[in-house]
């Protein structure tokens, strides 16, 4: 039995040219918007129009993650409404071909579109965002990024009480050198000790303060000790690439990482920005898979819809989705809603009237 069969590969081959349209008619509405803007700081910092367009290019994967659900959406409608006029799918079905069987390829091309989407958003995108901040502050700046962090703070919390605290005035993730620390110990919320050292050193899988004294906090006195290079360990559950994930932008990290910057910062006040963000970076691309099934089932049942319809009704939907994905990450955010409904809340409904519409169509 073959995989795909001839009228498999004859709705997946239509597919792909709509599809494509889609993606760059609204990746270029973004993209020109976006070089609109670096064009005026290109010129007002006198860098080259080059770079502008550059960094206009650099966006297009973050662009990307949202723009491949519309494009699925408007390839399907544009794709299944031909067919529905030229009397096509009546020709499928009169030979005894059902609903769900004409729309099974192309629930296989949403699923595709759904897993490209997330390599986008966990590989692609982070990697792009952080290319596009890197060379937009050396346009700004007119020199190299600094590598080394300012005014880093690492918290350790146990029990939802704060266990550890680190201020550093500055970490070099090229040496795994924190400079002028400040750590700070606790138990059941009350100081127990305070160290000061001139530096902390990644050495031997652990860090080493060098250079400075810690203070001990009884009821009754307070106890000083002095120590020199490599004589103080300190245990902590931070590693140099733990440091630098904790101070990176969620935009700037895929899916594992920041999923790992939740693990890492579990406890520690308020993540729910951060479960949402995580969340939303699989929720939007899973959107291409309901977009497509409600795009056959909206062409399907609409044959004298032509391209221009199509059009109209694939953006009039993609509004309606943002318009929800928007509400709900703002309830999400006031706490109002829990972070994984406020990341899927929009794909719920959409889903829901989605596969109303499609078990009605499909009997």
Request: charge should be positive; hydrophobic fraction near 50%; glycine fraction near 6%.
């Amino acid at each position: 039995m073959k995989l795909l069969s001839i009228l498999d590969r004859y709705i997946c081959r239509e597919l792909i040219l709509p599809f494509l349209f889609g993606i760059v008619a609204f990746a270029s509405i973004f993209v020109a918007a976006d070089l609109v803007y670096l064009a005026r700081v290109a010129v007002d910092v006198g860098a080259p129009f080059l770079r502008a367009v550059e960094l206009a290019l650099m966006k297009f994967p973050q662009i990307l993650v949202y723009v491949l659900p519309m494009s699925a959406l408007m390839g399907v409608i544009l794709t299944v409404g031909r067919m529905s006029q030229n009397s096509e799918l009546i020709a499928i079905e009169s030979s005894g071909q059902s609903f769900w069987r004409t729309v099974r390829p192309i629930i296989g091309f949403g699923l595709a579109v759904t897993l490209f989407g997330l390599f986008v958003n966990d590989v692609m995108a982070p990697a792009a965002v952080t290319r596009y901040e890197t060379l937009f502050q050396q346009m700004v700046r007119n020199k190299p990024v600094p590598v080394i962090k300012n005014n880093v703070i690492l918290e350790e919390y146990q029990g939802g009480l704060l266990k550890t605290l680190i201020y550093a005035a500055k970490f070099d993730p090229t040496t795994n050198t924190f400079t002028n620390v400040s750590y700070f110990t606790f138990v059941d919320g009350k100081p127990e000790s305070t160290t000061e050292a001139e530096k902390m050193v990644w050495e031997d899988e652990a860090w080493y303060l060098e250079n400075g004294r810690t203070f001990y906090y009884d009821d009754l006195r307070t106890t000083v000790m002095t120590f020199a290079r490599n004589t103080q360990p300190l245990s902590i559950v931070y590693k140099p690439q733990d440091v630098v994930l904790v101070n990176k932008d969620p935009s700037q990290m895929g899916i594992r990482e920041l999923r790992q910057r939740i693990k890492l910062t579990s406890g520690q006040g308020n993540i729910r920005d951060l479960l949402i963000e995580y969340h939303q970076k699989i929720s939007i691309p899973f959107a291409s898979l309901i977009f497509v099934l409600l795009g056959a089932t909206l062409a399907a049942s609409s044959p004298r819809s032509g391209s221009a319809i199509g059009f109209g009704l694939s953006i009039a939907i993609v509004f309606v989705y943002y318009v929800l994905l928007t509400l709900s990450s703002v309830l999400g955010q006031g706490g109002h809603l829990p972070p994984a409904l406020a990341a899927w809340g929009q794909n719920i409904v959409i889903g829901a009237w989605t596969l109303r519409l499609a078990v009605k169509r499909g009997r």
